[in-house]
């Protein structure tokens, strides 16, 4: 079994970006890392390197994490790490200026990745990250496109999980939203139908990551 992270790795680990991935580190921290298949260095310069899937989740059970809430979230709002509106958290940072260019910061960031992460250089289809980061990708792709999500007293979009591999769940509170919503993860490089759930006859979108 591989060994647990050390501390200072611990600590790049959790500095990483929390959209990219992106770690700061000594060559040695970040080769340790690479060794322990916990990061890889990208081929094309500058050399970045990035968390993997297994790195993520490090991060993401992380001994002073706290247990993952009902609804799904990356953080809580007061630990000033960006967090994806999924819609419907029972505490949610404030709409303006500053959420704006958080959220556009966070979705060039996640464009970058997709960028130096696909062979081909190509940002029109998700990325890695985005597969093991299901929910989170589809909600920053609804909301840097200007979608209201819910909560707050105001009805808008949720991004939920699914049983299914690879596939999330968007309601929206009328057709009309939930066309724009489909629309949205579409030109985002998602494959989004439209479906109806047997018992409450709600319509929801099922959206997955396109691969081509």
Same mark, same amino acid.
Do not use: N
């Given at each position: 079994?591989? *060994? ?39 081929? *094309? ?168």
């Amino acid at each position: 079994m591989t *060994r647990p992270p050390t501390a200072a790795q611990r600590r790049v680990i959790e500095a990483a970006d929390p959209v990219t991935g992106r770690l700061r580190g000594t060559e040695a921290q970040l080769a340790a890392l690479v060794k322990r298949g916990l990061a890889f260095r990208h081929p *094309r310069p500058p050399h970045d390197h990035f968390l993997t899937p297994a790195g993520h989740r490090i991060r993401e059970v992380a001994p002073e994490a706290a247990e993952e809430p009902a609804v799904p979230q990356e953080s809580a709002p007061s630990t000033g790490v960006f967090a994806a509106r999924v819609g419907g958290e029972e505490e949610a940072p404030p709409p303006g200026p500053a959420r704006l260019r958080e959220v556009h910061s966070a979705w060039q960031g996640l464009l970058e990745l997709r960028r130096m992460t696909h062979p081909d250089g190509a940002v029109d289809r998700p990325c890695g990250w985005e597969r093991t980061h299901l929910v989170r990708a589809a909600a920053l792709a609804l909301e840097a496109a200007g979608h209201r999500p819910a909560g707050g007293g105001a009805d808008g979009y949720r991004v939920r999980a699914t049983p299914q591999p690879e596939a999330v769940a968007v309601y929206a509170p009328d057709a009309e939203t939930l066309a724009a919503c489909a629309a949205t993860l579409e030109r985002a490089g998602w494959q989004a139908g439209e479906y109806t759930e047997p018992r409450t006859r709600a319509r929801y979108l099922l959206a997955s990551p396109r691969r081509a």
